[in-house]
């Protein structure tokens, strides 16, 4: 039985070498196809990193450009759409005798003629059903001309101005 005993010692021994051995090359094998698995996945992890880096510059640099295109294409339709630089406002009486026309002259700050324009508007003041025309130009830079024709002297007449200039 010792003779057994010994036998079956032996081939345990002789098992427990092989299996050693086979672990130490399983584990040799994992640790170097970590240290390659990692290499790949930085060198992915690069390429990425390097490819979104590129593709962002080309992205950012796209967008700058249509912002710049759409800044200035927004500012020239402004421009051409006209926005108001400056308005003058007032309001005048060009009352006279009944079947008259009277003009008045209305100082104003200069505006450019190209770029400007009169709105008037008007109301009669007093009895009667008496209409009344009215008109205003720019004559001038500095000139607005109110004109009232008048068809009856009992009452007046009010006439509003805007001179509106545009950019």
């Known amino acids: 039985m010792a003779a057994i005993q010994a036998m079956l010692n032996s081939q345990k021994a002789a098992i427990d070498v092989t299996v050693n051995a086979a672990r130490d090359n399983v584990n040799a094998n994992v640790d170097a196809d970590?240290?390659?698995l990692a290499g790949v996945v930085n060198a992915a992890r690069d390429n990425v990193k390097a490819d979104t880096t590129a593709q962002l510059a080309t992205q950012t640099t796209a967008i700058n450009s249509n912002t710049d295109t759409k800044t200035g294409?927004?500012?020239?339709?402004?421009n051409a759409k006209g926005v108001v630089k400056s308005i003058q406002r007032?309001?005048?009486?060009?009352?006279?005798?009944?079947?008259?026309?009277?003009?008045?002259?209305?100082?104003?700050?200069?505006?450019?003629?190209?770029?400007?324009?009169?709105?008037v508007s008007g109301v009669v003041l007093g009895a009667g059903n008496n209409p009344a025309q009215h008109s205003a130009r720019l004559t001038s830079a500095t000139n607005l001309e109110v004109t009232g024709f008048m068809t009856s002297t009992s009452y007046t007449t009010a006439v509003y101005w805007q001179v509106i200039e545009f950019f």
């Open 34 to 36: 970590a240290a390659a």
């Open 73 to 78: 294409a927004v500012t020239t339709a402004v």
């Open 90 to 119: 007032g309001i005048a009486s060009p009352n006279g005798a009944s079947g008259t026309q009277n003009t008045l002259n209305i100082a104003i700050s200069a505006v450019d003629f190209s770029k400007s324009q009169v709105i």
